[in-house]
């Protein structure tokens, strides 16, 4: 790429973070999105490598916020043509093909997330009534999943369940259950398996598989939702010390002196769905510390391993370099998405920026009808 990218809506119209990253930043971030773009529509994590729908559905909605409206809708126009009869999608897609089959439920929800955001951003209720029945189908499958303690199975061949994929599973099941409203199409078992999953989450997180050295698993309950207000404070104070570098970004893993720059930005949007001003403080330095990681072309490098000290590189090991050597297209659309969040706050937003913090989401669910042994609930648990 070369120059500044040209939007096709006006650059007042894009987000933007004052002293971190200008709307004509976030337009040329976008547009090498779409660069990476597949001519079928597919957002691959990067040039030739795999494509899943999760990743997918989040470029399309950076794309969107970043101007680059054509390739979104090309984007969003791919996603059914590899669902299959039972609503899931494969876990991994290589060239148009299924690399890996299993129908992960991650995944599969967020096409959810994905069409109720066109929908606050663009207000195309054809575009919506298009694509609202594999909006269904996809959680119809993933609510089939769900175990009798709340959480939901990674795929319907392996039995655990993911902490970090059903915190996105239960922020996926308020948009479709936004969706089914606007579409006048109540999916009242969806409000039933999500009020499961966020007491899964909050009360039952020992019965997920254990990821806790990954620091998404640390963040995601507050992101996707299940875990507000204090309780989400507590949470997230718990272990900034483990994954937070000042100046750097946050860990991926907490074993390893790398940073990520897609990781540090979904912090940064769960720091801005806790609400108050010194959360939003530390989101807005988290987001301007991983501008390290940017190309002047607007493309974002996955990561960083840094020199430390205390973690001596084992031979041959460099230190100080990006890594992996790519750019991808995930870390980008984490950029733009956190800029459109926090652009509330010190800059300017998008429709869609509140797409995160739920304010435009159904409510979050009641716990009622539980199957763990837990006494029900009758009324909604606490509120972001």
Known sequence: MSGAATPEVPLSRLPYVDGVLSAQEVADTAAAIAAMQEPCGAVPWTTGEHVDIWNHVEAAMAMLVGGQVDAAERAYAWIPTLQRADGSWPMKIVGGAAEDERGEVNMSAYFAVGLWHHWLVRRDIRFVERYWPSVRAGLDFVVSLQEPFGGIRWTPVDDFCLLTGNSSIYHSLRAGVALADLMDDPQPEWELAGGRLGHAVRSHADRFADKSTYSMDWYYPVLGGPVRGDAARDLIARRWDDFVVPGLGIHCVDTNPWVTGAETCELAMALDVLGDPASSRRARTLLADVQHLREEDGRYWTGWVYADPTRPAPEGEPRDVHWPHEHTTYTAAAVILAVDALGETYGH????????????????????????????????????
């Open 349 to 384: 937003a998008t429709p869609g920026s509140g797409i995160m913090r739920g304010t435009s989401l159904a409510p979050h669910f009641a716990e009622i009808a539980l199957e763990c042994e837990c006494p029900s609930v009758e009324r909604v648990s606490g509120r972001a």
